[in-house]
């Protein structure tokens, strides 16, 4: 691992003048580069000469020397070798530092939540980040700084609609099919279920990521997707009190909305002539008065009605086709976002006690103006009153909140419907309304002024609106570690958690919102002209809360003991995990925050709506949610390393949880792993002295997979009362007594090796995956039951194979280094077994974000319909029995009937990359690094967005390639974009977005990110107390530097927005 | 400190750590713990509650009536432009033309009331009743046959042939699941043992059920005698059809006078208006061809009322060059096209009315037609009532009105098939951008096609002529 203390080259300072003396003693200090502390016991050999010496426990050594020019070596574990040359005599002590070893493969401990296992006897593919490695990209989410520096960690932006995957990143490709497919998260020792975003990134030591069985079966039924173990920073005893501060800054670019393929404004008034004269909005027009239209529609009706003359009615027409709503948007909506983040941490200790304090604050504002801040408050403290007994505390507060800002663009819309040309303010900069839902014809005289206002001006709303949502979270634990024996130990863990959010959405008076409710209910009497309120006159309070809390409690006996030439590490014990959630939601009316005013509204009747004059309800009332979820578990983990060459490692666990409706004999499910380990270089053999670390491990066992959704029995769930107000209830599970959990095997062999002085160092893994009894998507003869199509049953089993590579070099070491750092992770799954009629694999034509099961292909794939260009036409073709057609409907049945096996159907490949991985070079001089993140993905198809006729008459959404479109025969030869057609074709339509024409590869090589740091010379600080200075600046999302498509699209986000290039700057200061 | 006194202390701890270890691992200490339920608002279905709270969804169970067969009946049509805006199955229904028809569909939305009444009435059998009183376990098993009784009669209207005692053995029906189990294969009845099943189901469900509902959305006594003379009338059984039709009116016979209702406005009707004996209806389209939104109504169907006639003016309103339906007995808030298709009590005594035209009492049938058409004139003009030489006079004119007064309810499409089966040659046409289609009596195609999934996936045998 790359840390900044490594990165800085060697420093020797030689202070004072020649003298001649002779032989004099000459003696030297040993400091760490790091923290400026004495090193003790390091080996100091004089070259040419056989005199050896120790440093003592004030880092001084000494030689008795004649004058002369000298060369010394110095060599302590953790600390990289030094060679000094120096002139005897000195007038002064010669002061020499230490920087740090990576901490590659010496001396580390990983982390399993459970306990620490030292990395040279580990058998388990574990990766680590330390701090120094987290912090060389910035960010307010952890686990986002964990992307293109972490071997065997795929992230995907694509995948964020799935409700089973919160977290955007897989750990060595996808396990399940259809259950949860995010990895477990584990903070200080427990399973974390809050938000992410509470843990400050400043707060974190180190990461660790378990990847093979080995590593994570210690979490069994949970661990199926990797674990995630976070630890946080703490003091440690005997350590002098350090002060840490950071502090940074993070700007961005405001979005370019232009670089959206959108159908221009011109192109798409014209669209709207075409549908008017063809009656596309006559039945709007005519039985639904209220109804709003687009201004050019507005502008065509004015001119067929004869209000407008022809001339005014062009003028007019043309104004709106200069019009672009982005202009707008981007000058009067968007502003560069920006964070700010702040932390300091106190830490140290005494000989019985030890402390760690630190408190962080994070602020901002977002593109849309929305400010957010978030505060963190931490305490550490572990205590030893007694050699034999140390109690660790541990308090973790944050407290966020944020507010909503001004409205997104796709939310500006006219009656449901995009349009491309709204102008949003004047040229003086006044806002400007638009008819959100009604017409201006409508609401202008609707009432004869006795309702409000009823337009929407958008610049102006969100003032009006707000949505505030604040979190606190509160984390508190406690240890106690009795050791027994000098081999045996007891310790006792517990944790709580109480998360708390709440959010307040308060439409106030001048809201659209609570204006066209209010308008809506309003009577006014014909006879007598009065105005009544059934919604009351005031502002509208959408107001929901929920609680969470959770207890763990853990008991664990730890063994470390010395057997027949061997170590015997081990544990066994057993945990308790309680979790309930609390929510409730309600809305309240005629609300009013100062001085508090609520009014009372009668849910239970219907009003008449003051358009169409039918009844309805008011909509509202409460509603409440309670969940408890408990875990019990019994786990063991055993590891013996025999003569520090041989490791044998096996663990079990066994998990039980309140799974809803299944026999509590059932819920218990036993995983377990076994491991091997062997250290080449510690054999007697072993002579190589160019590589010193070679280390082979070998894995195999199960990790679980749990979906607390699935049940074995018919679930019952009750909803907000029937119009008749009485209690309902709905079954949203059908029942299916065969349920199982899913279960994945997974053989790993790992090779670590390094190089004499770690000049380059690694490790390549090989892992095999084999899911059973994965959950899937079934279709069914839903005559039984028709809420869905599909059931969910254990169906599939899947297979998957990978290779990840890591390696890192040290090209040139010296005052001026560059050290490179490589990654490679290649993942293949395929589904083996898919229990499901033949047709069901037509779903591989798609976007491939859908998983398909079809057998022997890839989990995410993508397939098109075969694609023979436009007719004569200007109509796509398909392929019909070996010809080419336009009998959509035909084509589409084909593919139905047949899926895969379909003559209509071209299969191209991968959806999701089976390369990726990135080069880090880092070059540093003096204080000054810089660092290059360049990622790769390879092997991976794309479906881009491509032009619906069906969306665009009907949902305004039209892309840009309309311009391209076929329009008079010939054009068949120059484009692929089919001519338009009214009334529309869906079935054409949806044939060309699925169609070969609109896949384009994937691969694509993009700067993930350059990171500038200067550290200033500790001599230099030490002599102002500062122990260490670093600034640096940071810029991420710089784009893409070559990308297989021709269309210039990032793969990544096809037809969205790439993130906006983000800058940061900062500090790190130690005391 | 003595050495074996520490031994001993040793010895103690260990022992402790290892009995709560133990004490842990144990999972009867935890027994209660997994045997929370992980939500308090989710249950499996078990007690009364639970299966009356199942049946009172009103969304699942009042507001899923498939309408396949009103899109293919005749009450209305679609203007070239409207046509072009709806999507493939409606346009395919609207010109009788084979559909893919998958899933989400009107069957998966009938499957979904009669499996929620399946597993009531499995779940009866067995529930624990203790503190319950009869009445309530009654009226959930009652209603639970009535909902899938109701489910049933819909399907057949529009799966099967009409109901033709020569052949009723051999014609296929429909697919009668009786339990929750989708183990079960599916295969489809006769047409007679579909109407059969049904009518005893209602006539168990009967007596089980309160005169009265608590509110019109649940199943009545009532509106069990209704659904039973909807049953024998599409049969032609129509003594018992009568019987039924009396029985129920004997309950409920109120009828509201369309005075006091306010003609100009969009929505005049209420939802659970006095008439409405069960409230059903149409809310989430699968045919938006009957949408009100869409559907222009038949021109020479409105020709037939008279302008004295307030039908005229509150079931109608005019839209571009046509006339669109609003008269639905709904209250429809903003952008809702909902349709009824409940059963109310001018439906009934227009049963009545017929039944008992074709039983030669046509001066009583008359009577009872006036009873309702007399709430349906204007005040201020005085009422003729409307008479009749003979029955086939009486049963023209009852025809004549039951069309005008219960269009857009989901209920033309089997009168079509009945009235064409006794031989009253309605040949339905649909003209569309200069094509004529048309649908000739009693054709194989008026047993609508099922969901072509629902073949594939059971293997039951599709209609002939699709």
């Not at chain 1, 982390?111 to 910035?138: C, H, M, V, W």
């Not at chain 1, 003991?561 to 309680?578: C, D, H, M």
């Not at chain 1, 510690?682 to 679980?704: A, V």
């Not at chain 1, 305004?956 to 009334?983: A, C, I, M, N």
Request: charged share 20%; with cysteine.
């Amino acid at each position: 691992m790359k840390s900044t203390s490594t990165i800085l080259t060697i420093l020797t300072i030689i202070l004072g003048t020649q003298l001649v003396f002779a032989q004099k003693p000459f003696t030297a200090k040993l400091l760490s580069f790091k923290d400026s502390l004495p090193v003790a016991g390091a080996n100091v050999s004089l070259k040419g000469q056989s005199k050896q010496t120790q440093s003592n426990a004030e880092g001084r050594f000494s030689f008795v020397l004649e004058s002369g020019r000298y060369e010394i070596k110095v060599k302590h574990i953790g600390y990289k070798e030094k060679v000094i040359r120096f002139n005897v005599p000195l007038d002064k002590e010669l002061v020499i530092y230490l920087t740090e070893e990576d901490k590659q493969l010496e001396d580390i401990n990983v982390s399993t939540g459970y306990q620490k296992i030292p990395k040279e006897r580990a058998t388990g593919a574990f990766t680590q980040l330390d701090n120094a490695s987290l912090n060389t990209q910035s960010g307010t989410n952890i686990l986002a700084r964990l992307e293109g520096i972490t071997i065997g960690v795929n992230f995907d932006t694509k995948a964020s609609t799935n409700s089973q995957r919160k977290l955007n990143f897989n750990v060595r490709g996808l396990s399940s099919i259809n259950g949860p497919l995010d990895p477990l998260i584990v903070l200080d020792n427990f399973p974390y279920d809050g938000d992410i975003n509470n843990i400050n990134p400043n707060d974190v030591e180190s990461i660790t990521i378990l990847k093979d069985a080995a590593a994570s079966s210690i979490w069994g039924a949970r661990a199926g997707n990797g674990v995630v173990v976070i630890t946080t920073k703490k003091g440690r005893l005997n350590q002098k009190t350090s002060i840490e501060f950071r502090s940074s800054l993070i700007i961005s670019e405001k979005s370019d909305n232009f670089k959206l393929p959108e159908i221009s404004s011109s192109d798409f008034i014209d669209v709207e002539q075409l549908m008017f004269a063809k009656g596309a909005f006559n039945s709007v027009i005519n039985n639904q008065p209220y109804a709003a239209l687009t201004p050019a529609v507005e502008v065509f009706l004015k001119r067929r009605n004869l209000l407008i003359s022809a001339a005014d009615s062009a003028r007019q027409i043309n104004a709106l086709k200069q019009t672009d709503i982005r202009d707008d948007y981007s000058r009067y909506f968007l502003r560069k976002p920006y964070t700010q983040q702040h932390f300091v941490n106190f830490s140290g200790g005494t000989q019985k006690n030890a402390f760690g304090l630190s408190a962080a604050f994070d602020q901002g504002r977002s593109e849309l103006d929305a400010p957010f801040d978030k505060i963190n408050i931490k305490f550490t403290n572990s205590y030893a009153p007694y050699k034999n007994l140390k109690i660790d505390l541990g308090i973790y507060y944050t407290n966020s909140s944020n507010e909503s800002g001004r409205p997104k663009l796709n939310t500006l819309k006219i009656g449901g419907k995009k349009v491309p040309y709204l102008d949003l303010a004047d040229e003086n900069g006044n806002p400007l309304e638009i008819a959100l839902n009604y017409n201006k014809r409508y609401t202008s005289t609707a009432g004869n002024g006795k309702l409000l206002d009823w337009s929407y001006v958008p610049l102006e709303d969100y003032k009006h609106a707000v949505t505030r949502f604040r979190l606190n979270d509160f984390l508190g634990n406690i240890g106690v570690r009795q050791t027994i024996l000098s081999w045996l130990s007891m310790e006792a863990r517990y944790k709580y958690e109480r998360q708390q959010s709440g959010s307040k959405n308060i439409q106030e008076l001048g809201s659209y919102t609570a204006r066209n409710m209010i308008n809506t209910f309003t009577q006014i009497s014909p006879t007598t002209g009065m105005t009544s309120y059934i919604v009351p006159k005031g502002g509208i309070l959408y107001q929901s809360s929920s609680v969470l809390t959770a207890h763990n409690l853990r008991a664990q006996v730890n063994v470390d003991k010395s057997l027949f030439s061997g170590v015997l590490t081990g544990i066994i014990g057993a945990e308790i995990r309680n979790s309930e959630s609390e929510g409730q939601s309600g809305t309240y009316y005629g609300y009013q925050e100062n001085p508090l005013l609520l009014a009372n509204v009668d849910l239970t009747h219907a009003y008449p709506n003051f358009i169409t004059g039918g009844n309805q309800n008011i909509p509202g009332g409460q509603s409440f949610t309670r969940m408890e979820n408990n875990f019990v578990s019994a786990f063991t983990n055993l590891a013996y390393t025999y003569q520090n060459r041989y490791t044998l490692s096996a663990s079990a666990r066994r998990d039980a949880s309140n799974l809803f409706g299944v026999n509590a004999n059932d819920k218990w499910k036993p995983l377990w792993s076994i491991g091997g380990g062997w250290d080449i270089t510690k054999e007697p053999f072993y002579h190589e002295d160019w590589l010193t670390t070679l280390k082979l491990r070998i894995t195999y066992g199960y990790q679980g997979n749990v979906d607390l959704t699935r049940t074995a029995m018919a679930i019952l769930r009750y909803s907000d009362n029937s119009p008749a107000n009485l209690p309902q209830a709905s079954i949203n599970q059908l029942n299916n007594p065969e349920l199982k959990w899913e279960k994945t095997g997974q053989l790993n062999i790992g090779v670590d090796f390094a190089t004499s002085s770690n000049r380059i160092s690694g490790s390549i893994d090989i892992y095999s995956k084999h899911g059973s009894d994965l959950y899937g998507p079934v279709p069914y003869d839903y005559t039984a039951w028709g809420q869905s199509d599909y059931i969910t049953r254990n169906v599939a089993n899947m297979k998957g194979r990978g290779v990840e590579i890591d390696l890192q070099s040290r090209n040139i070491d010296g005052k001026f280094s560059w050290q490179s750092h490589f990654m490679l992770n290649y993942n293949k799954s395929v589904t083996s077994n898919y229990f499901g009629p033949a047709g069901y694999t037509a779903s591989l034509v798609g976007s491939g974000s859908a998983i398909t099961p079809a057998v022997g292909y890839p989990l995410y794939s993508i397939a098109s319909y075969k694609w023979a260009g436009l007719d004569g036409a200007g109509n796509p073709q398909g392929i019909l029995n070996g010809k080419p057609s336009i009998d959509y409907r035909a084509i589409a049945l084909d593919r139905t009937r047949n899926g895969i096996a379909s003559g209509s159907i071209i299969y191209h490949g991968n959806s999701l990359p089976d390369k990726t991985g990135s080069l880090i070079n880092t070059f540093s001089f003096e204080g000054l690094s810089l660092s290059l993140n360049i990622g790769y993905k390879f092997g991976y198809y794309f479906r881009r967005p491509a032009l619906s006729y069906t969306q665009l008459f009907g949902q305004g959404s039209g892309h840009s390639e309309f311009t391209d479109r076929w329009q008079k025969p010939g054009d068949e030869l120059l484009t692929g974009v089919p001519s338009l057609v009214y009334p529309a074709n869906s079935n054409r339509d949806s044939f060309y977005l699925l169609s070969e024409a609109t896949v384009e590869r994937g691969d694509h090589i993009r700067l993930q990110y350059i990171n500038f740091s200067y550290s200033f010379s500790p001599v230099f600080l030490g002599k102002m107390g500062i122990k260490k200075l670093n600034i640096y600046s940071y810029a991420s999302n710089m784009g893409i530097l070559w990308r297989e498509n021709k269309k210039g699209l990032d793969p990544e986000y096809p037809g969205i927005l790439s993130p906006p290039k983000t800058y940061t700057f900062g500090l790190n200061l130690n005391f | 400190m003595p050495k074996n006194h520490r031994l001993k202390e040793i010895i103690q701890s260990t022992f402790v750590g290892l009995l709560i270890v133990i004490c842990l691992i144990n999972n009867l200490s935890c027994k209660k713990l997994l045997d929370a339920k992980p939500s308090f608002d989710i249950t499996t279905p078990s007690t009364p509650q639970d299966l009356q709270a199942l049946l009172d969804n009103s969304l699942t169970m009042n507001s899923r009536t498939p309408g396949y067969d009103e899109a293919s009946a005749d009450d209305y049509f679609l203007t070239p432009e409207n046509f072009a805006i709806l999507n493939l199955r409606a346009q395919d229904a609207y010109l009788w033309k084979p559909n893919i028809n998958e899933f989400a569909n009107d069957w998966s939305k009938a499957a979904e009331v009669i499996y929620n009444s399946n597993i009531c009435l499995e779940a009866i059998e067995t529930v624990d009743g203790n503190g319950t009183d009869a009445a309530q376990l009654n009226n959930i098993k009652g209603s639970a046959l009535f909902f899938r009784a109701m489910s049933w009669l819909k399907l057949l209207w529009t799966h099967a042939q009409a109901y033709n005692p020569h052949s009723s053995n051999s014609n296929m029906g429909i697919i009668l699941r009786q339990g929750s189990d989708f183990n079960v294969p599916s295969t489809r009845a006769s047409v007679e043992e579909c109407y059969s099943k049904l009518i005893s189901d209602l006539n168990i469900a009967a007596p089980l059920l309160p005169d009265n509902p608590q509110h019109v959305l649940r199943p009545s006594k009532a509106a069990a005698y209704a659904l039973m003379a909807r049953a024998y009338l599409s049969m032609g059984d129509y003594p018992n059809a009568l019987l039924n039709a009396n029985r129920c009116l004997n309950i409920k016979s109120n009828l509201i006078d369309y005075n006091t209702i306010d003609i100009a406005t969009n929505a005049p009707f209420q939802s659970y208006n006095p008439e409405v004996i069960f409230h059903s209806d149409i809310s989430a389209y699968s045919y938006f061809n009957i949408s009100p939104l869409y559907a222009s109504v038949d021109s020479s169907l409105y020709q037939n009322y008279d302008p004295n006639d307030l039908r005229k003016s509150i079931y109608f309103a005019r839209s571009g060059k046509y006339q669109l339906f609003k008269g639905t007995y709904l209250s429809r808030a903003l952008g809702s096209n909902a349709l009824f298709t409940g059963i109310a009590t001018d439906e009934v005594i227009l049963i009545k009315a017929e039944c008992l035209a074709r039983a030669n009492q046509t001066e009583e049938a008359m009577t009872a037609l006036n009873t309702l058409l007399k709430k349906r004139w204007k005040n201020t003009v005085p009422y003729t009532a409307l008479t009749a030489a003979d029955k086939e006079e009486a049963l023209s004119i009852i025809l004549k009105e039951r069309r005008k007064e219960l269009l857009f309810r989901g209920l033309r499409w089997i009168d079509i098939k009945r009235l064409n089966l006794a031989g009253a040659n309605i040949i339905l046409k649909r003209k569309l951008n200069g094509e004529e289609y048309t649908l000739q009596p009693n054709a194989e195609k008026f047993a609508l096609p099922l969901p072509n999934d629902i073949v594939i996936l059971s293997g039951v045998a599709q209609n002939p002529g699709w």
